[in-house]
């Protein structure tokens, strides 16, 4: 156990659906970032958000958004579903997340959204 | 950008040891991660690698050479349970966003 929550842990809707996807870091744990795995894409990184503000921005769609709130858990919102949506959605958290300062991610049990 | 290059899939029987190697190239580099990940199931940290030379945990082991941009990781005396994917991951040169290799799963035969 990673100490990563995700809600929900599946997730069956329809094209043209919105969805939002809940992830709460690590006890003390300042950046939560959001990645997308895909069986034909792999693992990729959607965005990253450091207590509060958006840090550093992947290949995120234009009809996907996140935040992160006060308590410091972080909602991916992904509307306009296609059918390539589909995928495990991981989010991961750090204590740090500042440039130059690296350390260890650690990952949620991810959501699986399946698009219909 | 960033580029990595991994074996899609290798096989190995239980006892053996395995080497997964690992290509990248970055602008500005900032170490190497690896993760392991049993299907379905969330990534998990095995080892980071910011220095050349080799990196021993137990039955796991990381090598890293800079100049040549190359990593390996070496898995001994292979258990059942260590067939999972290996997944190779290195930093952006701002934040801590990481760029995954498309992972190679190693499977462990009796």
Known sequence: ?116 | GQNIDQPTEMTATEGAIVQINCTYQTSGFNGLFWYQQHAGEAPTFLSYNVLDGLEEKGRFSSFLSRSKGYSYLLLKELQMKDSASYLCAVPGAAGNKLTFGGGTRVLVKP
């Open chain 1, 1 to 116: 156990d990673s100490g990563v929550t995700q809600t929900p842990k599946h997730l069956i809707t329809a094209t043209g659906q919105r969805v939002t996807l809940r992830c709460s870091p690590r006890s003390g744990d300042l950046s939560v970032y959001w990645y997308q795995q895909s069986l034909d894409q792999g693992l990729q990184f959607l965005i990253q958000y450091y207590n509060g503000e958006e840090r550093a921005k992947g290949n995120i769609l234009e009809r996907f958004s996140a935040q992160q709130f006060p308590d410091l858990h972080s909602e991916l919102n992904l509307s306009s579903l296609e059918l390539g949506d589909s995928a495990l959605y991981f989010c991961a958290s750090s204590s740090s997340g500042a440039s130059g300062n690296l350390d260890e991610q650690f990952f949620g049990p991810g959501t699986r959204l399946t698009v219909l």
